[in-house]
Nanobody, 124 residues
Framework: LQLVESGGGLVQPGESLTLSCAAS????????IAWFRQTPHNAREGVSC???????YYTNSVKGRFTISRDNAKNTAYLQLNDLRPEDTGVYYCATDPAYDEHYCGLVESYDYRGQGTQVTVSS
């Protein structure tokens, strides 16, 4: 299973981006998917996750601004980032794991597979 992220870039505060996480090699239908970010200070944070059954969690700092979704037909997950702030800057990477129950996912780094990440920079 391989994951490839795309969609990052340099934006101004208040702008939006849509990140994609495309999987190959295996179907994600039964996998939980999560987005993490690594800040310029090397802190790692779980941003959002979606279970195979569609249960969703967000870290508090992005609630109301970010939206996670998945398209199993395209074997792809997305993270819509709205109202971006400078503190959202970081490398965003997706991760996936089949071990979670269909109603659960986690924001800790316990996933078997992860991508290389895509850079998001928010600056005026």
């Amino acid at each position: 299973l391989q994951l490839v992220e795309s969609g990052g870039g340099l934006v101004q505060p208040g702008e939006s981006l849509t990140l994609s996480c495309a999987a190959s090699g295996e179907s994600l239908d039964d996998y939980a998917i999560a987005w993490f970010r690594q800040t310029p200070h090397n802190a790692r944070e779980g941003v959002s996750c979606i279970s195979s059954g569609g249960t969703i969690y967000y870290t508090n700092s992005v609630k109301g601004r970010f939206t996670i979704s998945r398209d199993n037909a395209k074997n792809t997950a997305y993270l819509q980032l709205n109202d971006l702030r400078p503190e959202d800057t970081g490398v965003y990477y997706c991760a996936t794991d089949p071990a979670y129950d269909e109603h659960y996912c986690g924001l800790v780094e316990s996933y078997d597979y992860r991508g290389q990440g895509t850079q998001v920079t928010v600056s005026s």
